[in-house]
């Protein structure tokens, strides 16, 4: 993704609204409550951050997605000119396709460079 792409993220995504309060990461709530978060660029290395996930590791964007191991966890890492954004949620509220979806477009949203 583009340089600054943490810093204008766009309001919705695949019917997932943004909540403006939500502090230094962003959640984006669907109409049934249901939430993705979106944090601040990590300083960490893509390939570092990979390891974190444990299975169905996924293609999304410019990163990847999957299982981190811990009970339902599921997040998402994303390449940034300004560092990796982490998305994530649970199994539970939210498929593992549908994390990577919401990746693809929030990528689309924001320009890849």
């Known amino acids: 993704m583009k340089s600054g792409a943490a810093k204008s993220l766009p309001a919705t995504v695949m019917g997932f609204t943004a909540d403006a309060g939500s502090g230094p990461a962003v959640l984006y709530k669907d109409a049934n409550h249901k939430m993705i978060g979106v944090g601040a660029p990590l300083s960490s290395p893509l390939a570092s951050l990979v390891e974190y996930i444990k299975k169905d590791k996924t293609r999304a964007g410019t990163g990847w997605c999957g299982g981190t191991g811990a009970t339902d966890s599921i997040v998402c890492y994303v390449d940034t ?9 649970t199994s539970s509220e939210i498929p593992l396709e549908t994390l990577v979806a919401f990746a693809n477009e929030l990528a689309a949203a924001v320009g890849v460079e």
């Open 81 to 89: 000119k300004d560092g990796v954004i982490n998305l994530s949620s």
